[in-house]
């Protein structure tokens, strides 16, 4: 008998948290209700990130700056990446990344865009057109421009940088350890998509593979409020989605170190360790195992 109450009970409560996460989709008498809330879900759903702690400078016993890739070719990472396709057939709330960078870009909810990862030269929306965009002459176009006709608008082929050209995303963060609580914490400072550069969308696969570049660093504090309005799709359970915030936050990625602040003007890993992938990959898990290692130290000397 408690066996069959607790079964009822977790069919309740599955059921009713599956009609809230899917946005009204158990409750929609038509298909054109889905993805709409209610008054009652909307003031439910308006949650702010959770706020970073203040943290004085005089309490931060270490810390190191590192840059880390997130390869969306490994499944973990799949979740940055899909879907490539903003078709409106899928969920209004699942979107790829990079879609939800652009679109709050766009729209002004995101406003801190740099073109380098140290925040010293910043962008407006009207300057990323020229990295995400480009128009060339199309064949007929330069024929037309050969023999003397005017050329138009209909004769450029228009090539742009879209979710599925996203290959990487790169961050920049710093561990640090906190000696009011006596731990090691991360904090994430950038983000920056990475895709081949647009002039080189024309040349082919092999050209494009060669030229990846980073479009744009964005300083995360700025795009979180942005990013704990989106939702990442939950492979486990669609019922129960995460937002980009705190999948970022809590880094549900797998990552390599590329680069780490030196005295060497933060040169990267491949800088000094040339066409060698694995030594670069061993050299990317000797800078982790020293901001590993520190922790354990405090603990044990």
Known sequence: MKKQVFIVLFTLLFCTEQSLAQNNLLNAKVPQEIGFQNAEQLAANNTSPIAYGYVDDRDVLWSKTIWEIIDLDERINFPYYYPTINNGYLSATRQSLFRVLIDNIKSGNINEIYSTSYFNDKLTAE???????????????????????????????????????????????????????????????????????????????????????????????????????????????????????????????????????????????????????????????????????????????
């Not at 005017?150 to 450029?156: A, F, H, S």
């Not at 790169?170 to 731990?183: C, D, F, M, Q, S």
């Open 127 to 301: 300057d990323l057109e020229e990295r995400l965009e480009s128009k060339k002459l199309s064949a007929v176009g330069i024929e037309k421009s050969n023999s003397g006709e005017q050329v138009t608008e209909d004769d450029y082929d228009i090539y742009k940088i879209e979710t599925d050209k996203v290959v990487q995303y790169r961050i920049k963060g710093t561990w640090y350890v906190n000696k009011r609580l006596g731990e090691l914490k991360y904090r994430l400072l950038g983000i920056a998509p990475v895709a081949p550069d647009v002039s080189t969308l024309s040349e082919g696969p092999a050209a494009m593979a060669d030229a990846l570049v980073p479009l744009f660093w964005v300083w995360f504090p700025d795009a979180r409020e942005a990013l704990n309005k989106s939702q990442v799709f939950n492979t486990r359970n669609s019922s129960q989605p995460i937002t980009f915030d705190k999948m970022l936050n809590s880094r549900r990625f797998n990552t390599i170190i590329y680069q780490e602040e030196n005295v060497y003007e933060d040169r990267a890993v491949n800088q000094y360790i040339y066409e060698d992938a694995l030594r670069q990959l061993l050299e990317s898990e000797r800078i982790q195992s020293v901001i590993r290692d520190f922790e354990q130290d405090l603990w044990n000397n």
